[in-house]
């Protein structure tokens, strides 16, 4: 094998000369090793209610299996079978799911509780709170 740097497949062109300067880092990008003060300063309210909708959360999730493992829907054929299983499987795992997306998909705080707390009305396992 050759040592000559020219037959290197990942060289390229001028990346020797020592005249040449990378491009400027622009105001977007962050220089490593440095920290977004705001972004790393949670306010303890904020985690204190996030906290308790986790907790709601994983009761809802507890709720929804309750009700799914305890009533019995007699359904005629497979397909449908099946239907009502995966049904039950999602009301069961939409709350996560709800609060996964939210945690990820949302970035402002303020939005980030708008959507939990409306996740917690619409998520409300219903039939399992009025018994039905």
């Given at each position: 094998m050759s040592t000559d740097p020219d037959e290197d497949a990942l060289s390229w062109s001028g990346e020797t000369d020592p005249t040449h300067v990378?491009?400027?880092v622009t105001g977007k990008q962050q220089l490593a090793g440095t920290l977004?003060?705001?972004a790393d300063a949670a306010n303890p309210v904020l985690l204190v209610v996030m906290g308790i909708l986790a907790g709601v959360y994983l009761l809802y999730?507890?709720?929804?299996?309750i009700h799914a493992f305890t009533t019995s829907v007699p359904v005629s054929g497979v397909f449908f079978g099946i239907m009502y299983q995966l049904?039950?499987?999602?009301?069961i795992a939409s709350p996560f799911l709800w609060a996964g997306a939210v945690w990820l998909l949302v970035k402002k705080p303020?939005?980030?509780l708008l959507?939990?707390?409306?996740g917690v009305l619409v998520l409300a396992p219903w039939p399992f709170i009025f018994g039905g």
């Open positions: 990378a491009a400027p977004d003060e705001r999730a507890i709720g929804w299996g049904g039950e499987a999602f009301s303020v939005w980030r959507w939990l707390f409306i």
